[in-house]
């Protein structure tokens, strides 16, 4: 029955307008992951700081005046301002006696950490809750707590899929999508608002990865090469959009309403979006995947159904007898139930890793590298939709693994490349990191057809969830790789990345190639697929 399944699933992938709108539906969420993702960039918008001295306010001084007694320096420059500390002063005297009488009678003092701010602009969320000096490490909870939402979207949402469908996962991943974006952009307490970025979070990657499954399980051949492709285009396009809106958008509430508001827009996808087939069929559902191979493809209707199918009967006793609990258990187990899927789940999950630590400390590293922000993430837009599309007759043409390999290593070289470069070439700095950004992109985007096509469908959506979930812990650690390391030496954050993108290069190599095979159903089909060999290194 999977066989006359498949060939129905061809002939849906030849129509080119029902490909068109499965890629529309199923691309649409990516929109929302990158402005999301990125939208930090803009929120924690670091604007010149110094110490507020209250007392000094109240009686009327100017920000100048204040800055000419509480600072060593007698004219304000945002390159020599002290901004963490002020002299110990007895400044209610100063306010008593007026500006004159205390220029004229400074005394050396010992400096001690501010115990309250003035900004040059308030509309940040740095400003809303002080996140500077001893705080700066709260700036980049912002980012990580998102990263770590996706990490356990990818966990959950992975297992959620395979044992209840990945519809259903679809849908719940988007109504958490529509109440935690827009509560962002209303919350007045920093925790709340770390709580609804991680909703943000689990929903984007559960939005994400159940939407690419379908996409691959409802399409085959080349077609299901160019969408899976095409699908990630919606990042760039998102990253364009966010630094159009940022621009004209200021105010950080404001920016994040603009931002989630079309979220709902998802509701269109919750209704339409079929279920996919191939899962119904290993879940033993034949009569409800045939249905839905129907509506798609009307000549399936008179397709041969054994309702009685006793593979379908075994598959149902199966599951009723486990128990969800099990069930949902048993999807990550199972990814390491041999030595050929523990490697492959490995390999996996170490491509995961670095291309998500690598893909964030470049999109997140413009400051590092002196370049305006919105530029900056404009061009990481553009650079990245020519990467997916360079993705495209690269698979065509050349094999998975040599493509995730040789990507992968570009990459690395790239990124070591900046070395070389003196910081002061700010412009070709910014050229070498855009090359870096295309490459992770480009590998990021052929890595996630190659993982998906190395499981079973039984546990494909677990194996690419896990997979993404682990690309997450290299999200979480890239906003404190980008601000304590590169607050350092602004080389370093490259440098880790191209030094692990080198490394795994090497370990992609030892993997099969899947480009023109048939997916297997089944950990019984995983038997005749190729295994995990050495001797790989030297088959492309």
């Given at each position: 029955?999977?066989?006359?399944?498949?060939?129905?699933?061809?002939?849906?992938?030849?129509?080119?307008?029902?490909?068109?709108?499965?890629?529309?539906?199923?691309?649409?969420?990516?929109?929302?992951?990158?402005?999301?993702?990125?939208?930090?960039?803009?929120?924690?918008?670091?604007?010149?700081?110094?110490?507020?001295?209250?007392?000094?306010?109240?009686?009327?001084?100017?920000?100048?005046?204040?800055?000419?007694?509480?600072?060593?320096?007698?004219?304000?420059?945002?390159?020599?301002?002290?901004?963490?500390?002020?002299?110990?002063?007895?400044?209610?005297?100063?306010?008593?006696?007026?500006?004159?009488?205390?220029?004229?009678?400074?005394?050396?003092?010992?400096?001690?950490?501010?115990?309250?701010?003035s900004y040059s602009n308030t509309d940040t969320v740095v400003t809303e809750w002080n996140l500077v000096c001893e705080n700066v490490a709260m700036k980049s909870n912002i980012q990580a707590v998102m990263a770590f939402g996706k990490f356990v979207g990818g966990l959950l949402f992975g297992s959620i899929s395979d044992?209840?469908?990945?519809?259903?996962?679809?849908?719940?991943a988007a109504f958490i999508y529509m109440f935690s974006g827009p509560s962002a952009a209303l919350i007045d307490s920093y925790v709340l608002f770390l709580i609804a970025r991680f909703l943000i979070g689990v929903a984007g990657s559960g939005i994400y990865e159940s939407s690419y499954t379908i996409l691959t399980e409802l399409t085959s051949g080349k077609t299901r090469t160019l969408l899976c492709l095409l699908m990630n285009m919606s990042y760039p396009i998102g990253y364009i959009l966010l630094s159009i809106i940022a621009y004209y958008v200021r105010p950080w509430r404001m920016l994040l309403l603009v931002l989630s508001l079309p979220m709902f827009?998802?509701?269109?996808?919750?209704?339409?979006?079929?279920?996919?087939?191939?899962?119904?069929?290993?879940?033993?559902r034949e009569s409800q995947a045939w249905e839905v191979m129907t509506k798609l493809v009307p000549s399936a209707i008179h397709a041969d159904i054994d309702n009685d199918n006793q593979d379908m009967v075994e598959i149902r006793k199966s599951k009723k007898s486990q128990g969800k609990f099990n069930e949902f258990l048993s999807t990550f187990t199972t990814l390491f139930s041999t030595w050929d899927l523990s490697v492959k789940t490995g390999i996996s999950f170490s491509c995961g890793f670095v291309c998500g630590l690598s893909y964030y400390v470049i999109a997140l590293n413009g400051d590092n590298i002196t370049a305006d922000r919105y530029i900056y993430v404009a061009l990481n837009g553009v650079v990245e939709g020519l990467a997916y599309l360079s993705t495209i007759p690269l698979l065509l043409y050349v094999g998975r693994k040599?493509?995730?390999?040789?990507?992968?290593?570009?990459?690395?070289?790239?990124?070591?490349?900046?070395?070389?470069?003196?910081?002061?070439?700010?412009?070709?700095?910014?050229?070498?990191?855009?090359?870096?950004?295309?490459?992770?992109?480009?590998?990021?985007?052929?890595?996630?057809?190659?993982?998906?096509?190395?499981?079973?469908?039984?546990?494909?959506?677990?194996?690419?969830?896990?997979?993404?979930?682990?690309?997450?812990?290299?999200?979480v650690i890239a906003p404190y790789v980008v601000e304590l390391l590169g607050a350092k030496a602004w080389y370093i954050p490259s440098t880790v990345c191209g030094v692990l993108g080198i490394f795994v290069s090497s370990l992609v190599l030892m993997l099969p190639e899947t480009k023109g095979t048939v997916l297997p159903d089944t950990l019984e089909d995983m038997k005749i697929t190729s295994s995990v060999k050495v001797t790989n290194c030297c088959k492309f």
């Open positions: 029955m999977v066989d006359k399944l498949d060939k129905y699933i061809d002939s849906y992938s030849k129509e080119w307008y029902q490909a068109f709108l499965l890629l529309m539906m199923a691309g649409t969420p990516g929109i929302f992951n990158a402005i999301q993702i990125s939208s930090y960039v803009f929120l924690v918008d670091k604007p010149s700081y110094w110490c507020d001295i209250p007392v000094l306010k109240a009686a009327g001084w100017s920000d100048q005046m204040l800055l000419n007694v509480s600072t060593p320096y007698q004219n304000y420059s945002s390159k020599k301002l002290e901004e963490c500390s002020y002299y110990n002063q007895n400044y209610s005297i100063f306010a008593k006696n007026g500006y004159n009488w205390s220029i004229n009678n400074l005394e050396t003092a010992n400096s001690k950490p501010c115990q309250y701010y044992v209840y469908g990945r519809k259903f996962a679809f849908n719940l827009g998802l509701l269109i996808q919750c209704w339409f979006l079929p279920e996919s087939p191939k899962w119904l069929m290993s879940q033993g040599i493509a995730v390999s040789g990507l992968f290593f570009a990459s690395g070289i790239l990124q070591l490349a900046l070395l070389t470069i003196p910081k002061e070439s700010a412009n070709f700095l910014l050229f070498v990191a855009l090359l870096g950004k295309f490459c992770v992109s480009a590998v990021f985007s052929v890595s996630l057809l190659y993982i998906s096509e190395l499981y079973p469908t039984t546990i494909r959506n677990t194996g690419l969830g896990t997979s993404l979930t682990i690309s997450q812990i290299g999200s």
